[in-house]
């Protein structure tokens, strides 16, 4: 009978703080012990949201080295942007107190328009009815984006094509030629644009269809981007109502609180927005580097929800404000 080719065991990972389950440990002849690795706490390569960590031999208590990767930095940043942000609020609410206790002009003179209550009623009833409608549709989309990731990306394609081809034919047949020679452009620009673009629909399917697992598996993304949804409606409304309360002042200081309120606007929307958008993109940053090990937070969302308005709120007051000035010159000219 031979002698099989690995008699003498050795544990090539003792020692180390790292032992591999599942199976007996590997054993070399002359005592030859293999430097050590360190696993991987995600393996790249899409299969499911989750990696089966336990069958490739990692412990569950296995923690990543990412000294360096994340340091920890729990200082605010940009402070005197928060500052600012709330200063703005503040003058704001001054606009609304003042507005609301001046008395009623005999000849106003608003671009907001001036509608019985039973109007405002039916606006605001059609408003909460498209948004449960935009939350019952944008949840089905979601989770038939999962199952049928590729034909969705074709679908929309086709569906922008036909809208474009179908704009033209109708110009055309109005007899407005320019803009029906413009629509047809569109159509040939963006089938250029989709050809260009071919080899990289693999990669974009695993991307789209794993960030739709993630959002539908950590439920408290989609309950962030709907208070997010609601507290823009919240805002608008308030807004409309300041504006149309800011008409009793006199011309000269009605033109300086059109252009505060508008810039208010604004500025007030893209931060609820990043807000959202710096929270959802936590999680993912979380997933990708964490997932599988102790080092991920129990709740990845809520933590990056804590950073998001917390340490990080001075820069999405930064981002927002610079987005702000460089849309209001278009919106002030119009």
């Not at 001036?114 to 408003?127: H, V």
């Not at 789209?208 to 208070?227: D, S």
Request: one cysteine or more.
């Amino acid at each position: 009978m031979s002698q099989p080719p690995y008699t003498q065991p050795v544990q090539p990972y003792q020692g180390t703080g790292y032992e591999p389950t599942g199976g007996a440990q590997p054993s070399y002849q002359g005592g030859y012990q293999p430097p050590y690795q360190e696993p991987l706490a995600y393996e790249p390569g899409y299969q499911d949201s989750k990696v089966d960590l336990e069958s490739k031999g990692y412990r569950g208590d296995y923690v990543p080295n990412l000294e360096g990767k994340f340091p920890k930095d729990n200082k605010p940043r940009d402070i005197f942007f928060v500052l600012l942000f709330i200063a703005h609020l503040v003058g704001f609410v001054v606009v609304i107190v003042f507005s609301v206790s001046k008395s009623e002009p005999s000849n106003r003179n608003s671009f907001i328009p001036q509608l019985p209550a039973n109007q405002w009623r039916l606006i605001i009833e059609i408003g909460i009815i498209c948004a449960l409608v935009a939350v019952i549709l944008g949840s089905i989309y979601l989770n038939l984006m999962v199952s049928y990731t590729k034909p969705l990306i074709f679908i929309g394609f086709a569906v922008t094509i036909l809208t474009f081809l179908a704009w033209a034919i109708y110009f055309f047949l109005s007899n407005f030629i320019v803009a029906g020679v413009f629509m047809m452009l569109f159509v040939v620009v963006f089938a250029l644009f989709i050809t260009s673009i071919k080899s990289r629909f693999p990669f974009a399917i695993v991307m789209l269809k794993t960030c739709a697992i993630l959002t539908r598996e950590y439920f408290a993304t989609q309950v962030i981007g709907f208070l997010g949804l609601i507290l823009t409606a919240g805002w608008i409304g308030l807004w409309l109502f300041t504006v149309y309360q800011s008409q009793k002042f006199e011309t000269g200081a009605n033109y300086f609180l059109i252009v505060f309120l508008i810039f208010s606007f604004y500025w007030t929307i893209q931060v609820v927005k990043n807000v959202v958008h710096v929270t959802v993109s936590g999680l993912f940053a979380s997933w990708y580097f964490m997932h599988g090990t102790v080092g991920m937070p129990q709740n990845p969302t809520i933590q990056s929800f804590k950073r998001a308005i917390t340490t990080s709120f001075g820069s999405i007051c930064l981002g927002s404000v610079s987005y702000t000035h460089l849309t209001l010159p278009t919106i002030y000219s119009v």
